[in-house]
Structure formats: structure tokens, C-alpha cells
């Protein structure tokens, strides 16, 4: 079997799985309490007029009915309104998932960025000073929750220092047409390079918030497989041959090493899309995991179908994205599949 | 003349008194005790003995290959008339891979896995023994200008002068699609691609089965005649050790306890370990075989008092337990580290002849025909 065949077939898993998802949020749905025509009308309704609501939504169809209809909107992306936006929830969707993808991205920048290098240093000084240092961070990064770095960042960058704007994504004296949703992609194609840094003014705090869990996770597993790799033979072999030291640890062994952080940082990506939602509250940022939680507390059941096979979606694809680099990264993981069939 | 000094006139490496030990948490591991030994120019020269005698750390000391602390290295180590031991880390690397190369032990874990052969001998060609090399050189020198280009046709020369076959195909493959004959060729490649003078190598080829191992010795001694390398290697192998070099150090202990010429070793060896040694080397007259020597290396935490050897030596006496022996020097170009030949000792014995030795020790055939009798008289 050759590499990309052996992905093809992991990728025809997810979509299974993702079938699966739907058919688990369909039950559910019709376990929880809650009446979805209640919740859209209210409470001062009358139940004539819930019961009427009801038939109009097909609550009252066989349960088979209603399987087949929420299937083919599923399939045709028609996600059906929001009860508390009274919009497409396909049009929610679209607006506020930039704004959480252009977050969580940055956040995962900064993971990498910092989250990386430092694994690396710490493991060249196993045991030293700096490994303690380093450890100390992760402990901290990895215990102390997100929203609370948060609500410390915007105390003492936001409030105190006033180096950095408290909430929102642009300041109000911007204006931007929304062409994809990702401000920094948006501003900078319109050429406004003023509004562009002020959205990373913006970013920067909840961004680097965000990031740090993920950040105390990446430095330890990188130190760990670093520390593994470079008692190897090849990287003794390779420094035996006067190779350039950074060479030997950032190409050769850190290639080596890269597969569990890799396969880490796929992970840290697709959950921070529902996880990223304390942040979001703090920054008052209008991003999907905002939107999701609110939908989940209003019973709001279409927004909650739609966020959650967002969320799966696109845990589906980063999982096939980090197949794929997995293979590239370590050849041994290829050949491996294609020996083994 | 004494051990210490030179065996050639100038020769091309030369190790004084060479002391390492390791600090653990049982306490100070005492592995390489005083070693002596240098390499003439043009010269192949073998560190014959068991595993855990000292060998590899001897090795890993010239190179600088150990990290201190734990190791604790002590001693003189010369290289063409430089002292590597007080030399900056920065020139010290510029001699190691371009002038000192190396070949490791293992060739099925020396090779880098995750990069294709090509990039990791370009990757030698290219910036072995250029440890200054910062990025922007690198990224320059690897990517434009055609010196890419340049290295990797010296890579593909130098496979095909160790033999490879489809040297072209083999440079696009991963480590772990090649054989270990291959990675064996691929490594001694990588040794020779800067041209070194001084070539060292860890037993080499013992990772592999006995037909490729041969055709690797051959092809490493064409190489050796062909480059005009001067060569330090280290085996258990006697056998080896035999095919290849000029002349051969003895060591036990974390000590050199004999040095001869190749011929001279094993036609006459002296030390009581050396005769054990050779005496177990099977032989192809029918004897029957010798069943080596009794005990093994010495533990390096409480190393035992005096010559190292003598809980297994056959001809041990009160004077091996109290003083570490001097080396007796043996005509010009050989000396022994045994009080047998010292003459300000009375040793209750004659030095003993390998044939003593071989009477000393029992014999294999022995054994089982003894336990062919004791079956029978059951």
C-alpha cells in the first residue's frame, strides 16, 4: 500500500466518525429535556401556539422522519436558523468561526514559537539551571487556567501599563469590509497597514492567553524526545564529523524528535476551537466557541449541530493534515506503512 | 626507551598518560588508567581486547566525544604536533572531520533516519569540519549557487569508491532501506568524504554477518593503501585486528598491558592476557579449542589492587597484588606491562610461552569429552 493510499483511508475513518458524531448529537437531542418550539417562542406563549410550532418544525414526525431531514440538511449544509440569532446558522458560522480560526492560529504561532525552542534548550541542559527554569514555566503555564493569565493580562498590559487595547478585534475608528473574516488577511489586502497592526494589538494578549497551555505541553514533550534522540549514534556520528552544532540539533536531531510534538500540537489545534471559549468571554471576543456556548445554554439546537460538526470537521481534516505531515517528517512512518501491507 | 614515547619518529597522534573516570552514584569509576599509545604516519594501528576494556572511552576521549562532567579526563593527547586537550572548542573542531574522521561502531544506528542519504553526506561534504557555519552560510551555500550540486557528485564518487552499488539510487534512499553492508559502506563514505589523515574506527564491521564482514575489511584496507590514511581502530576481534594493522596495543583494564608489531604479537606474545587471547583464537589444525580465559574485565568501581589482571592470571604471585606493573620495553617497537619480565622482581616462574598458556588453559574438546565419559559411565 503506498503512503497516500494508506491516507486516503484514514481519511474515509473520519468521515465515518463524523457520521457517527451526527447520529450521537441527533440522539441527544432528542433526549435532552427542553422543547426547541418553547424556546423559540418564549415564555409568555401559549401552548397552542408551541404545539403549532412543534408540527411546523416536524417535532412531531416519527423519529426516522426527522433523522432523514436533519441528515439532508446536514449533507447539503443546510444547517436550519438559529433560535437566538434567527439567522442561517450557516451564515453564524461563517462569521464567527475567522474570528476564532484567525485566534487560535496566532495562539498556536506563539505555542510553537516559544513552546519549541525552549524544549529544545531545556534539553541540551538536562539538569541544569535552565531545564529547572523551563520546567518551572511549564508547571506554571500548564496549572494556572487560561482565563485567568487572561484577565492578569488585560489588569496589567490592558488597565495599568495601557499598552494594549482590553477587548474586541479592531478598534472602532477602523473600518474593513469583512471579505474573508480574517482581519489580518483582510486589513493588509486592502492595504490599511495601520488597522492591520491594530489588530494584532488586539490579538497579542488573548492570542498568547490562549497559548499557554499548550505552550507548557509542547516545551515537555519536546525536551523529553530531544533528550531521548540526542544520545542516538547518528547525532554523535554527527557532531564526530565537525558538523555545525546548531545544524545538528535544529535539522538533524529536532527532525528526529519532531513526531510527538507534531502529533501534540495537531491535537492542541482542534480542541483549542471549542476550548478557546473562557478566552473568548474574557476578550469579548466574537469568535465560535462563544457562539457555541451560548447556544448550548439558550437549548438553541441547530447553532449546536452546527458548531459541533464544525468542531469535527475540523478535527477531521488537522488529523489528516498531520497524517500527511507526519509521513513527510519521518520517513520511517511511511516506509513503515508501506512495508507492512 | 619506555612505551610513552613515540614508536615512529613523528608520529601523527600520540596519547600520554591518559586518565578517564566517571562519577556515579556508586563512586568514581576508574576506565581508562594511564594509556599510552601513538600512531605513525601511514600507520595502522589496532586497541585490541574485551568489551568493557576501555577501549570505546579511549576513543570518545580523543575525540572529545564524552561530556565533562560526568567524565573526568586527564592526560596529554597530540595530534600532528597540536595539543588537542588544551585546544579551543572552535579549532578543535575544524581538525575534527576535516584532518580526524571517524567510522562509530554500529551502522545500523549511525545513520540519521529521517534524511535521505544524500542530504546527510552532501550535508558532511559540505560543512564537515566547518563548525562555524552560521545559518545564513548555510542556508547560501545549500541552496544557491550550485555548491549543492558540487557536494553531492563528490558523495556519488566516494559511494562508488567504497563500492556501492547504484550509488546514484542509493542516494535518494533512507538509511532504513539500505542493508548493513550498505550503511556500513555508507558510513566509511562519510568517514573519507573530507579526506582526513587520521581515520578512526570502532569495530568496525562486527555488527555485520561474516561474508560482508570480510568483503568490508578487504575494501577498507584497499581504501587505507589508496588514501595513504594513518588509522586507530578498535576491535575484540582478533582476527581483525591480525588482517589489517601494522601493529597491535593490548588492553585490559582500562590499561594497555602489551605492544607488538602484528607478526611479533601472535607469533610471541608475552603477557599472560595477550597468550590467553591468542591461544583462544580457534584454530584450523584439528586441536581442539581453547576455552579461554576464566573471570571477566575487572569492575571499575573497585578495580583490583596492583596489575588488573592477576585474579584471572594463571601466574599471579605476591608482587601482581602490590604494585601496578611498569612496562617492560621489548626490543625497539614493543613493550609489556607484566612483573614476569621485569628483572628487579623474582618472579617465582619463567616467563611463560603461549604454548605454557595454551597447556594452562583447558580446552573445549576437553570438556566434552569428559562429559562424554561421565555420560558413558553412568
Request: aromatic residues 8%; proline residues 5%; charged residues 20%.
Amino acid at each position: 500500500m503506498k503512503y497516500w493510499q494508506y491516507l486516503v483511508r484514514r481519511l474515509t475513518g473520519g468521515v465515518v466518525s463524523l457520521l457517527g458524531l451526527s447520529i450521537i448529537i441527533f440522539g441527544v437531542s432528542r433526549i435532552l429535556p427542553g422543547n426547541p418550539a418553547r424556546m423559540a417562542l418564549g415564555a409568555m406563549a401559549s401552548e397552542k401556539q408551541v404545539r403549532e410550532l412543534s408540527r411546523e418544525m416536524g417535532l412531531t414526525d416519527p423519529l426516522w422522519q426527522q433523522y432523514v431531514q436533519y441528515m439532508q440538511g446536514l449533507l447539503t449544509g443546510d444547517l436550519g436558523q438559529s433560535l437566538e440569532t434567527k439567522r442561517e446558522v450557516a451564515t453564524d458560522i461563517a462569521q464567527y468561526l475567522p474570528a476564532t480560526l484567525e485566534l487560535i492560529t496566532v495562539a498556536m504561532m506563539f505555542t510553537v514559537v516559544f513552546g519549541i525552542p525552549l524544549g529544545v534548550i531545556a534539553a541540551q541542559n538536562k539538569d541544569g539551571a535552565v531545564d529547572h527554569a523551563t520546567r518551572l514555566v511549564a508547571f506554571f503555564s500548564v496549572s494556572v487556567p487560561g482565563f485567568f493569565i487572561g484577565v492578569m493580562f488585560q489588569l496589567i498590559f490592558g488597565y495599568l501599563l495601557e499598552w494594549f487595547p482590553i477587548t474586541g478585534r479592531l478598534a472602532s475608528e477602523y473600518s474593513v469590509d469583512r471579505e474573508t473574516g480574517f482581519l489580518l488577511v483582510d486589513t493588509l489586502a486592502a492595504g490599511q497597514v495601520d488597522a492591520h497592526l491594530n489588530v494584532w494589538l488586539h490579538l497579542l494578549l488573548p492570542a498568547l492567553a490562549l497559548s499557554m497551555a499548550g505552550m507548557g505541553q509542547v516545551m515537555r514533550i519536546t525536551r523529553s524526545s530531544m533528550i531521548d534522540v540526542q544520545d542516538q549514534d547518528y547525532v554523535a556520528a554527527e557532531r564526530g564529523f565537525g558538523l555545525p552544532s546548531w545544524l545538528v540539533t535544529y535539522k538533524y536531531t529536532l527532525k528526529n524528535a519532531f513526531v510527538p510534538t507534531l502529533t501534540i500540537l495537531g491535537l492542541l489545534y482542534a480542541s483549542l476551537l471549542g476550548n478557546a471559549f473562557l478566552i473568548e468571554v474574557v476578550f469579548s471576543w466574537p469568535g465560535l466557541a462563544l457562539y457555541g456556548v451560548t447556544a448550548v445554554m439558550n437549548n438553541d439546537f441547530n447553532a449546536v449541530v452546527g458548531v459541533t460538526m464544525t468542531i469535527g470537521v475540523a478535527f477531521v481534516s488537522i488529523n489528516f493534515v498531520i497524517d500527511v505531515l507526519l509521513g513527510r517528517v519521518d520517513p520511517r512512518i511511511r516506509l513503515q506503512v508501506e512495508e507492512a501491507t | 626507551m619506555t612505551l610513552a614515547e613515540p614508536i615512529g619518529d613523528d608520529p601523527i597522534l600520540s596519547v600520554r598518560d591518559l586518565h578517564v573516570g566517571f562519577d556515579s552514584f556508586d563512586g568514581f569509576a576508574d576506565v581508562v588508567d594511564g594509556v599510552d599509545l601513538s600512531v605513525g604516519r601511514g600507520e595502522v594501528v589496532t586497541v585490541a581486547g574485551e568489551t568493557g576494556c576501555g577501549k570505546s572511552v579511549t576513543m570518545k576521549a580523543i575525540l572529545r566525544l564524552l561530556s565533562e562532567p560526568p567524565a573526568q579526563i586527564e592526560g596529554e593527547i597530540t595530534f600532528d604536533g597540536t595539543e588537542l586537550r588544551s585546544l579551543p572548542k572552535r579549532e578543535f573542531d575544524r581538525l575534527k572531520g576535516r584532518r580526524m574522521s571517524l567510522i562509530f561502531q554500529d551502522p545500523m544506528s549511525s545513520l540519521n533516519p529521517t534524511f535521505t542519504v544524500g542530504e546527510q553526506l552532501a550535508d558532511t561534504a559540505q560543512f564537515g569540519g566547518r563548525s562555524d557555519t552560521g545559518v545564513l552560510e548555510y542556508v547560501r551555500r545549500r541552496y544557491l549557487g550550485g555548491e549543492r550540486a558540487e557536494a553531492r557528485e563528490r558523495a556519488v564518487e566516494m559511494l562508488r569508491e567504497v563500492q556501492m552499488p547504484d550509488p546514484e539510487s542509493v542516494m535518494e534512499s533512507y538509511p532504513t532501506q539500505l542493508s548493513g553492508g550498505m550503511r556500513q559502506r555508507v558510513l566509511i563514505a562519510q568517514a573519507l568524504l573530507n579526506d582526513p589523515d587520521l581515520l578512526i574506527a570502532d569495530e568496525i564491521g562486527t555488527a555485520l554477518d561474516v561474508t560482508i564482514h570480510d568483503q568490508i575489511m578487504t575494501l577498507l584496507e584497499d581504501l587505507i593503501a589508496d588514501h595513504d590514511l594513518s588509522v586507530l581502530m578498535i576491535t575484540h576481534n582478533l582476527g581483525v585486528a591480525r588482517q589489517v594493522s601494522d601493529r597491535i596495543y593490548v588492553m585490559y583494564g582500562g590499561r594497555i598491558v602489551e605492544t607488538a608489531p602484528t607478526a611479533a604479537l601472535f607469533d610471541a606474545p608475552k603477557h599472560p592476557y595477550t597468550q590467553g587471547l591468542v591461544a583462544s583464537i580457534p584454530r584450523l589444525t584439528g586441536d581442539p579449542m581453547a576455552e579461554g580465559i576464566d573471570g571477566s574485565v575487572p569492575e571499575y568501581l573497585d578495580p583490583p589492587s596492583g596489575c588488573r589482571f592477576h585474579p584471572r592470571c594463571p601466574y599471579a604471585h605476591e608482587a601482581c597484588r602490590e604494585h601496578r606493573p611498569e612496562t617492560i620495553p621489548v626490543g625497539t617497537d614493543a613493550g609489556v606491562e607484566c612483573v614476569l619480565y621485569d628483572d628487579r622482581h623474582d618472579a617465582p616462574y619463567d616467563a611463560p610461552t603461549l604454548e605454557t598458556t595454551r597447556a594452562q588453559m583447558g580446552t573445549i574438546a576437553d570438556q566434552s569429552q569428559t562429559t562424554a565419559s561421565e555420560l558413558g559411565g553412568d
